[in-house]
């Protein structure tokens, strides 16, 4: 079984907000990137439900995601995206266990 850790963000803007969550959603996204222990960090969001975003993240091991975690632009971005949200996101933190 691999080290790496994979994480499943939801998180879904209140009415009318989805253009602002989207700019700090991929300032997010570009700041993480840059991290040493990212080796995925992709936005999605569903054609069907304008608003409702997906974040999938992949981390070289625990201590990579728990550095992003307590890295300066998360809290930047979580703040920025309190009032835009309509609920605390969804966070899954996983590891892969077949497949590719």
């Known amino acids: 079984m691999s080290e790496q850790i994979h994480v499943f963000a939801t998180v879904v ?8 969550l989207r700019k700090v959603l991929l300032t997010l ?3 993480s990137k840059a991290e040493a222990g990212v080796i ?5 969001e569903d ?7 997906y974040v999938f993240e ?7 995601a728990e550095s992003h975690m307590k890295s300066p632009h ?12 309509a609920g605390a ?3 899954v ?8």
């Open 40 to 44: 995925h960090y992709m936005l999605h």
């Open 29 to 31: 996204v570009e700041a």
């Open 89 to 91: 996101p969804s966070i």
């Open 47 to 53: 054609p069907a439900n304008l608003g409702s975003f």
């Open 93 to 100: 933190e996983t590891r892969l266990i077949a497949g590719s």
């Open 13 to 20: 803007a209140q009415a009318g907000k989805a253009d602002e």
């Open 74 to 85: 998360l809290a930047t971005a979580f703040a920025g995206a309190g009032p835009l949200v």
């Open 58 to 64: 992949v981390y070289r091991d625990q201590a990579a």
